[in-house]
């Protein structure tokens, strides 16, 4: 009766360990993003950026010079 447990524990763990890295040995990494779309969100950005900086320059409203008569 000993046997027989130590066997069937035996084939468990053997299975375990099988299961175990027949699981880490098929698994996968999550697959990176298009090189070209990742670009372009680059891109996306730094205009933002340059969008938000042009929006803090200073806008005199000044009116425009008079014509003179002069030539």
């Not at 360990?17 to 996968?28: I, Q, S």
């Amino acid at each position: 009766m000993r046997t027989l447990a130590a066997i069937a524990v035996a084939c468990l763990l053997a299975a375990a360990l099988g299961a175990g890295a027949v699981w880490h040995f098929t698994r996968r990494a999550p697959p990176l993003p298009d090189a070209p779309a990742l670009v372009v969100k680059v891109r996306e950005v730094a205009r933002l950026q340059a969008l938000d900086v042009s929006l803090y320059k200073k806008v005199i409203f000044a009116p425009d010079p008079r014509e003179t008569g002069s030539v």
